[in-house]
């Protein structure tokens, strides 16, 4: 803990401080080491600015022009900030799509990482076969966000399918879960939160690093099950919390490929599907507006930017890290 | 520090992965937020051509079928013209029209592509298209036999856009085994809205399969009943209905709804999907599908049922001769006199007629047509040749071809149509969200 609690004047309160010896040798690198590190690094670089990087700024640039695609890019007209105006002012359907986005990460995003922290929870005991277990709740997430998935889940909450076959065992009369414009959007949340398996990977990762010693002291002080739960895990697993919390809500806001097959990409029944993304890629690829269209991506980059940035803001009250420097 | 942090840890396990972990978050964090949300991967590839030979690359959509008959047709030009082999590409509809959006973006547009009317004024429009009429004009593109309400029908703005590739019209596809098997009549062209709709929640009550889809929300079923009513889809650069059209249209499958004659709104929205495999008619839950006649024989693979096709209800004199899809040449294509051929040959020449056969519609060629009817076997094939070449002499006159803009003002009346159907709108509320939504997908 010396390392990082050793006061530094120039970055203060952030973890990713280099001792100062790593920082002292930098200035003794020469040329001919430089040119080897940046050797080194072209893969990466490379893959940085010419598919991340560069197309990121060109439709930056497209965002203030009319560029539909199909008209080569000499002919683009430059219209300023006319397609960040009509997104604010006369885009119905721009506002509609960010409600969707927004209610579909606020309810999915907080049940999964609970789903993820109950199981993590459970399998973090050591019983017979627990192995198995992590395996098989681990397995709807390698799947990921297949097209196959979407498929079988689509067939799994229509009318016939396997869902309302299990409900009728009960009596219970199902709906048509994916084609109702009341349900689809919730058949969508439940598929995201039945693929907690990463996050609960991640969640019994930080549970195993709490020290066995906290909770025989907490035990040995008269604290209940439920109070070592609140008073030594939850503390203890914040910074993964906090992790899995950013990391799924960046997911949640682009969840695409579920909605897009559930719809056949249209966003339906009703556009009770229409997710932020599969109204940009609608926008881009089949109303070939994609001037437009790269300014909503912009605008959503802009959205999600700011909502780390309070996450990360908030974070310093509930966030503990045990390396001993309370953010 | 944190009181709970153990001071007495002998060994250096827990002191180094707090740090580790801290960094490994922090570093993983920072990946995620900095994922690419934004950005287009541009696409590369490069044609070489040298000693004399050409390689043509050419797109179309379609399925296995179209995909065997249209690559024989291909080979046959090469067989002919040794110097030009092709690059063939081909994908389900889903996908296709963003895949060739892509690709012209990418500057690598293909040299032919197959294009339909939903988009061909959009890529006409912005000049992405090769105007074909010097083709024409020279005679190496000949249009002579062809029905000149159909080749008009790919001219935009006085360009020679497209040429229609077949020729088709709206057909109404029923279950001729679920008819004869109840003793209920077959419907018969001719028959007026309110008659279908009648007889439809007839078959309803009779067989329990719901008598018909629900087309409010189909755009080709509200073109035919708009233009039954003196009415179009597009008047000019205009649309060519208000909203009362509308309402009424929407009205009259309120109507139909209530009265049993159709599927519950989750089966209509099914049945709304332009697949083919997942049209009513074929998955047994309803008793009529709304579709083109000559998707018949693809229709009838997905069935062990008859099936029988007629033209939309009202009088039918309010269909024409549409073209099913075009031949387009991309405008900076290397090769467009080379490309122009081929499209003439794939459209003119008697053994590629008879090769490609109906799966793109009649032929265009109006010599070549009666030669492939005779020779058609299939019974799927027969049926859909024998109602086009009954209707085409009662089809009116064409409409202009759907402006820039349709493809959006088509989805327009699915959301409003269903919108209707699910009973979140009454008929004049979704009548008025399609009109003012169409005429701002028009207007830029």
Avoid at chain 2, 8 to 21: K, Q
């Amino acid at each position: 803990m010396a390392l990082t609690t050793a006061p530094d004047p120039t970055r203060r309160g952030t973890g990713s401080v280099r001792p100062p010896a790593t920082r002292r040798g930098t200035g003794r690198i020469r040329h001919g080491e430089g040119l080897a590190g940046y050797v080194f690094l072209s893969p990466w670089l490379i893959g940085l600015m010419g598919i991340t990087a560069i197309p990121m700024l060109l439709s930056l640039y497209l965002s203030f022009t009319n560029y539909d695609i199909l008209t080569p890019w000499s002919e683009v007209e430059w219209v300023g900030l006319a397609n960040y105006e009509r997104m604010f002012t006369s885009d119905p359907s721009w506002w509609h799509s960010v409600r969707v986005t927004l209610s579909f990460a606020l309810i999915a995003v907080p049940l999964k990482l609970a789903a993820a922290l109950g199981v993590a929870l459970l399998l973090n005991r050591a019983w017979r076969g627990v192995g198995l277990f992590r395996g098989l709740f681990y397995l709807p997430s390698l799947l990921g966000g297949s097209v196959a998935l979407a498929i079988v889940w689509v067939s799994m909450f229509n009318r016939e399918g396997a869902f309302n076959s299990f409900l009728a065992l009960f009596g219970i009369e199902g709906k048509p879960w994916v084609n109702d414009p009341d349900w689809a959007l919730e058949t969508l949340m439940v598929l995201a939160i039945w693929q907690f398996g990463a996050p609960m990977v991640i969640f019994l990762a930080g549970l195993k690093q709490v020290p066995t010693e906290l909770y025989e002291a907490a035990a040995v002080d008269g604290a209940s099950t439920f109070r070592q739960f609140v008073n030594v895990t939850l503390p203890m697993l914040s910074p993964v919390i906090f992790f899995n919390l950013v990391l799924e809500t960046i997911n949640g806001f682009q969840g695409f490929t579920a909605a897009f097959v559930l719809s056949n990409g249209t966003g339906g029944p009703v556009d009770s599907t229409l997710m932020y993304t599969l109204n940009l890629y609608i926008t881009g690829f089949t109303d070939l507006e994609m001037g437009y269209a790269s300014a909503m991506a912009w605008v959503f980059l802009i959205a999600i930017a700011i909502i780390t940035v309070i996450f990360f803001s908030t974070g310093r009250f509930w966030v503990h890290y045990s390396d001993g420097e309370d953010r | 520090m944190h009181p709970a942090t153990p001071t007495s840890v002998p060994d250096g396990r827990t002191y180094r992965t707090p740090l580790l972990r801290r960094r490994f978050l922090r570093g993983l964090l920072a990946a995620a937020v900095a994922l690419p949300l934004v950005g287009a991967a541009a696409a590369c590839g490069d044609d070489a051509a040298s000693d004399g030979k050409v390689k043509l690359s050419i797109f179309w959509w379609g399925g296995e079928a179209r995909a065997q008959l249209t690559e024989q047709a291909l080979d046959l030009y090469t067989k002919k013209n040794p110097d030009v082999t092709f690059e063939k590409t081909w994908q389900a509809n889903q996908g296709y029209f963003d895949k060739l959006a892509t690709l012209t973006a990418g500057g690598n547009p293909p040299d032919i592509f197959q294009i339909d009317d939903n988009f061909l004024a959009e890529y006409a429009a912005r000049n992405t298209t090769l105007d074909l009429n010097k083709y024409q004009d020279s005679g190496d593109l000949d249009t002579s036999k062809f029905p000149p309400s159909l080749l008009q029908y790919g001219v935009v703005d006085g360009k020679l856009a497209g040429v229609a590739a077949g020729e088709n019209t709206q057909g109404l596809v029923y279950n001729k085994t679920l008819l004869t098997k109840n003793g209920l009549p077959e419907p018969t062209t001719g028959m007026s809205w309110e008659e279908h709709v009648a007889w439809a929640e007839q078959v309803s009550k009779k067989t329990g399969v719901p008598g018909t889809q629900d087309p409010s929300a189909d755009y080709k079923a509200f073109w035919v009943w708009l233009r039954q009513q003196g009415k179009d889809l597009y008047a000019g650069s205009d649309l060519g209905f208000t909203a009362e059209d509308v309402t009424r249209w929407f009205e009259l499958w309120k109507g139909a709804r209530d009265r049993g004659a159709t599927p519950p709104p989750d089966v209509i929205h099914e049945g709304n999907a332009t697949d083919i495999t997942k049209q009513l008619v074929v998955t047994g839950k309803a008793a009529t599908s709304w579709v083109w006649v000559n998707q018949m024989p693809e229709l009838k693979k997905n069935t062990a049922d008859e099936l029988g096709v007629i033209a939309y209800p009202g009088d039918p004199s309010a269909q024409w001769a549409r073209a099913s899809m075009y031949w387009s040449v991309f405008r900076g294509s290397k090769h467009a006199d080379i490309a122009a051929d081929v499209i003439n040959f794939l459209v003119n020449d008697p053994e590629a007629v008879k090769l490609l056969g109906t799966d793109r519609g009649l032929s265009s060629n109006l010599d070549l047509r009666r030669v492939v009817s005779d020779d058609a076997t299939d019974p799927a094939m027969k049926q859909s040749i024998a109602v086009e070449s009954e209707l085409a002499e009662k089809f009116g006159e064409s409409p202009q071809v759907p402006i820039k803009g349709h493809s959006k003002v088509k989805a327009e009346l699915v959301k409003a149509g269903e919108n209707a159907q699910y009973g979140r709108a009454t008929p004049a509320e979704a009548a008025a969200q399609f009109v003012e939504a169409s005429k701002a997908a028009i207007a830029s």
